[in-house]
Structures are given as C-alpha cells and as structure tokens.
C-alpha cells in the first residue's frame, strides 16, 4: 500500500512538472526509468522541480532529443538549467 502511495505521488509530481517545467531534466532509454526515478524523488525532495523524460515519449534520434532539450529551453515556463543523460553506450544515440 506504501509503494502504491508513493508511486502515485511520483507520478503526479512528474505528471505537474511536464505542464509547467523542470529546473533538472532528465532524459533516459525505457529500461532505466524505473532505476532513475529514486533520484528524480531525492531532488523534488530537495526541492529541485524534475521531470523524467523517457525516448519512447520524446523520440530516440539524436536530432530528437536535442529538439526536445530546446523545446523545453525555450516554452517550458521553468526552464531546464540541469541535464542529466542516463543510459548506455548501446541506448542513447550520440
């Protein structure tokens, strides 16, 4: 019941910083997302707005990506000022 809890209040933290933006942006490969999302929590917990952003939702080339960043950069109303990359070699297009 904790988990369910905790894993709803993530999901509409997440869900909130879409809307109006992120100061740390995550962006990661599918596979990682459930790994990465502690440290998404341990930031808004200290109080750094985080949003997660996975390839299946913001498109996996790297021309995508990079369209995404400064999409974000320049609509979101709080605007990225960290980057974090998580992957591996063989998952992120670079």
Same mark, same amino acid.
């Given at each position: 019941?904790?988990?369910?809890?905790?894993?709803?209040?993530?999901?509409?933290? !997440?869900?909130?910083?879409?809307?109006?933006?992120?100061?740390?942006?995550?962006?990661?490969?599918?596979?990682?997302?459930?790994?990465?999302?502690?440290?998404?929590?341990?930031?808004?917990?200290?109080?750094? $707005?985080?949003?997660?952003?996975? !390839?299946?939702?913001?498109?996996?080339?790297?021309?995508?990506? $990079?369209?995404?960043?400064?999409?974000?950069?320049?609509?979101?109303?709080?605007?990225?000022?960290?980057? !974090?990359?998580?992957?591996?070699?063989?998952? !992120?297009?670079?």
């Amino acid at each position: 019941m904790k988990k369910i809890i905790i894993a709803s209040f993530i999901f509409c933290v !997440l869900v909130s910083a879409q809307e109006i933006g992120a100061r740390y942006l995550i962006i990661t490969h599918d596979n990682f997302y459930d790994a990465i999302q502690p440290l998404a929590e341990w930031k808004h917990k200290k109080g750094m $707005r985080t949003k997660i952003a996975k !390839l299946s939702e913001i498109g996996s080339s790297s021309v995508q990506i $990079r369209n995404y960043i400064v999409n974000a950069y320049n609509n979101w109303q709080i605007q990225p000022e960290f980057l !974090l990359l998580v992957g591996a070699p063989n998952y !992120l297009p670079f």
